[in-house]
């Protein structure tokens, strides 16, 4: 079945870069997404990826897509503390019903 | 700030209570989503509606029973819930629910319900 994996914890000093990674087992994947959970909210979407790119860049975030490894990374450049938040990954399926498959998310704590 | 907005933000309720979690979007999506989130954990789908019909339910207990009044308006109406039900729901829109389109989801901030 359709599956996604993040590792679980991040911890970076605060001007330095995040990598945030995930694997998925679908690989007619078509689209693929980041979201940020801050405390207390709501999903917040961050960035999404067409399966048939293998980069896209948006300010300090840049996403890298390898297809072939069905791996995909979240780089966040210059990470501040106000990125502290776990962030999803999560894959649009294959199934006729379109469903977001997410990943457990990541813990991503940033340090002065 | 979230264009999906939920009410109420948090709610308590006894196990023989009947209430009702509201959301409403004005971006023009055509399909509205119930997820419930445990702690720590990612959101679960609950219900799909598209074009206010209702297209994938999870088999999801009866005790949660959603509505659609139109097409900016999404309910969860909720009655004899177990403790075990106490989660954050969130309500989300996108513009269709098509599989091959992009559509990405839209979340509200949630209601945090509490069952006693």
């Known amino acids: 079945g359709e599956d996604v994996e993040q590792s679980l914890f991040l911890s970076v000093r605060e001007g330095d870069s995040s990598v945030i990674n995930c694997t998925y087992t679908?690989?007619?994947?078509?689209?693929l997404y980041w979201y940020k959970q801050e405390p207390g909210a709501g999903l917040q979407l961050l960035t999404y990826i067409f399966s048939n790119m293998d980069m896209k860049q948006d300010q300090r975030l840049t996403v890298l897509l390898n297809k072939k490894d069905k791996h995909l990374s979240l780089r966040i450049a210059d990470t501040q503390t106000g990125d502290s938040a776990i962030y999803f990954c999560a894959e649009k399926g294959s199934s006729n019903t379109g469903k977001l498959i997410f990943g457990q998310g990541t813990t991503l704590q940033v340090k002065p | 700030d979230t264009e999906v907005t939920q009410t109420p933000k948090h709610l308590v309720m006894g196990m023989t209570n009947k209430k009702s979690l509201k959301c409403e979007q004005h971006?023009?999506?055509?399909?509205m989503y119930w997820y419930k989130q445990k702690a720590k954990k990612p959101p679960e789908l609950m219900f799909v509606?598209?074009?206010?019909?209702?297209?994938i339910n999870e088999s999801v207990p009866s005790r949660f029973s959603p509505e659609c009044p139109n097409s900016s308006l999404l309910n969860l109406h909720l009655h004899a819930l177990q403790p075990e039900d106490s989660a954050l729901y969130l309500c989300a829109s996108s513009q269709d629910a098509h599989p091959s389109n992009n559509s990405p989801l839209h979340f509200g901030n949630g209601t945090r319900l509490t069952v006693t």
């Open positions: 971006m023009g999506h055509r399909a």
């Open positions: 679908d690989s007619s994947s078509t689209y």
């Open positions: 509606y598209s074009y206010e019909k209702l297209s």
